[in-house]
């Protein structure tokens, strides 16, 4: 085959690096933009933080009064929120343990030799923060003669692992389920026919269990409803991640929340503001400008010396003015986009009922600001917004359209609202099938197919029928 040369003329899209950069800078929220704003600053020397300067009192103290002797009292002076013998008393920060720590800590106590120890402290690193040990053993003995140099079979880290069963929390190392709930109820006195009834239902029957085939365990068991109803209530009693029941103030699960944007609503009107508080004011120092301008001569040459200089402070300088447009269009993008979104959803932002949401999508912010449709989404992407009925995720407000019988457009969360009420006031004993789901739904006018109730119904974390099931 032969080699040969052409020419192509072709048309392509590119994006500059100013435009990826105000991409970026769209997608973050509130909190990330603040750090980022920061480290722009750290690396950008010609970037300083605009300091307002507060303004100074109209009385001024002169300095003569201010060092002269003050003849009030002492106890005038003196906090009265602690009395005068009361000693201080230095308050000690502590970060907390990592239950990987406090489980190493536990093996100290065991009559370990150091070969053991650091191969069991491994099988402790191996753990997930569920608890669980995920990984086989034979990919676990490959890796401990890789990192720690230690021959170790596959039975000896199933001892080391069993030592490991006996720390607490109860239920840790466990490999799955199953062996979870039955370390916890090993380590719990069987003291009780609920108990015993509920140790023999996780050694023998846990397919059975976790498949609520109820009816069929209680023929097998031969056991009464109330019996089989206490044995299952003190299976709940155990946890499914033993993880969590470690906290030492180390790790912080839950997220925190800062709101983009602020919407207060009073005497009818809506008053939207960016959240800025914390994203500091940048600017570009002045004292960087006129370094560059002094080193460039008034016909407009630059002597060889501070050639490089120039171009080095003129490159800070570029960049910063880039940075500081992408951050001023980034909020222009972001109160536009925001502004057609409470005006889109008016009626649902004076009170926060879900059921007066308009169906709304993408595309319907996207024609009515102009953008693409693709900013739209960067711009809602992990976004919040403070209303006096809370934190919102603007990303919740989107919804699909469905259509009645009679015509009427409505939001698919008023939907997903009915299925929930109907799945909360249903026998639990005999729960809705997806079936029995749609029957409803369609007798309501809503026209909705079965696989439709199924996707709503996983979007709502709403397990099926059968896995509803109670005694």
Known sequence: MAISQRQIQKLQQTLSPQQIQMIKLLELPTLQLEQRVKQEIEENIVLEEDVQPQEEDEGTISVDEYIREDDTPSYKSRINNFSKDEKQRPINITEGRSMQEYLIEQLSFRELSAEERSVAEFLVGSIDEDGYLRRDMESISDDVAFSLGIETSVEELERLLGIIHQLEPAGIGARNLQECLMLQMSQRRVDTPAKRLANRILTSHFDEFVKKHYEKLIARLGVTEDEFRDAIDEIKHL????????????????????????????????????????????????????????????????????????????????????????????????????????????????????????????????????????????????????THFGIILLKSLFSEAMQTESGEVVSSYEIKNILQRCIDEEDKRHPLTDETLMNILNAKGYCIARRTVAKYREMLDIPVARLRKQI
Do not use: C
């Open 239 to 386: 946890s499914p991640k033993p993880g969590n029941l470690y906290s030492d103030g180390a790790l912080d699960s839950s997220p925190y929340i800062i709101p983009d944007f602020n919407i207060d609503y009073h005497d009818g009107q809506f008053d939207l503001s960016l959240n800025s508080f914390n994203i500091p004011e940048i600017k570009i120092n002045r004292r960087y400008v006129d370094m560059m301008r002094d080193m460039v001569s008034a016909d407009g040459t630059v002597a060889e010396k501070n050639r490089e200089a120039v171009q080095f402070v003129k490159s800070k300088i570029d960049s910063a003015k880039w940075f500081i447009s992408a951050i001023k269009q980034r909020h222009d993008t972001l109160m536009r986009t925001m502004q057609e979104i409470l005006s889109f959803q008016q009626e649902y932002f004076k009170d926060g009922d879900k059921s007066k949401l308009r169906p709304m999508i993408l595309k319907d912010i996207a024609d009515r600001t102009g953008l693409d449709v693709s900013t739209i989404s960067r711009v809602v992407n992990s976004k919040y917004a403070q």
